[in-house]
């Protein structure tokens, strides 16, 4: 299994503001996945990071407000910008395991916009 | 979209029960996992059970597949305090999306001591 740390644990902002996540994993991985949980419901995937290649979105997602950089194997950074309340959720990252689908996720970052 | 429902929403059990949670989903699958997720933290993967098996253990969890009524079940046997946690089906759909996970709506599971 991957051990995976998220950078700031949690942060309160402003709005209007941007905060940018880190995402570190302890082995070189090809895909990283992002993920927001709003409060009390599930996650919905944001976008697949790909080293060396531009992210991929999910429907509803788009990069200008969400923008994602994958500079290396091990390490990813989600932007979360021009921040509104409605951006206040629990964003987490993921890496795919080696065998099947199961993935790990990191810690989550606890995001409250004011 | 949603891909999982959960059922229950919420379940408060006293420790040593059993616990059930049903997940429902709508498109076919490649494989359908569970996770749980403690007080708004990371995410744990418990098990996974592809769609050509019926059914999987592992140690006090025992999950059922039934791909015929798209659903699947997670059994917690003699449960512990430390169980308290959501839990989350998510499927994939394999193919050239088969890391993609759809999750489930979660159970609050609650176990009191």
């Known amino acids: ?114 | 979209s949603q891909q999982g429902e959960e059922d229950p929403q919420a379940l408060s059990i006293q420790e040593g029960e059993n616990a059930t949670m049903n997940c429902s989903y709508k498109t076919s699958i490649n494989n359908l996992q569970w996770y749980r997720q403690n007080s708004g933290r990371g995410l744990v993967h418990l098990i996974l059970i592809r769609s050509n098996e019926r059914e999987k253990h592992s140690g006090r969890l025992r999950v059922t597949l039934d791909t015929s009524k798209k659903s699947s079940s997670l059994l917690i046997t003699a449960s512990r305090a430390a169980d308290t946690a959501s839990y989350f089906c998510a499927t994939d759909a394999g193919g050239g999306s088969n890391y993609k996970l759809t999750f489930g709506k979660g159970t609050l599971l609650t176990v009191n001591p």
């Open chain 1, 1 to 114: 299994s991957a051990v995976i740390s998220q950078k700031p644990s949690r942060d309160i902002c402003q709005r209007g503001t941007s905060l940018t996540i880190q995402c570190q994993v302890d082995s070189q991985v090809t895909m990283m996945f992002w993920y927001r949980q709003q409060p009390g419901q599930s996650l919905t995937l944001i976008a697949t990071a790909n080293q060396g290649s531009e992210a991929t979105y999910e429907s509803g997602f788009v990069i200008d407000k969400f923008p994602i950089s994958r500079p290396n194997l091990t390490f990813s950074t989600l932007t979360v910008s021009n921040m509104s309340p409605e951006d206040s959720s629990i964003y987490l990252c993921s890496v795919g395991g080696r065998t099947y689908n199961e993935q790990f996720f990191g810690p989550g970052t606890r995001l409250t916009v004011l």
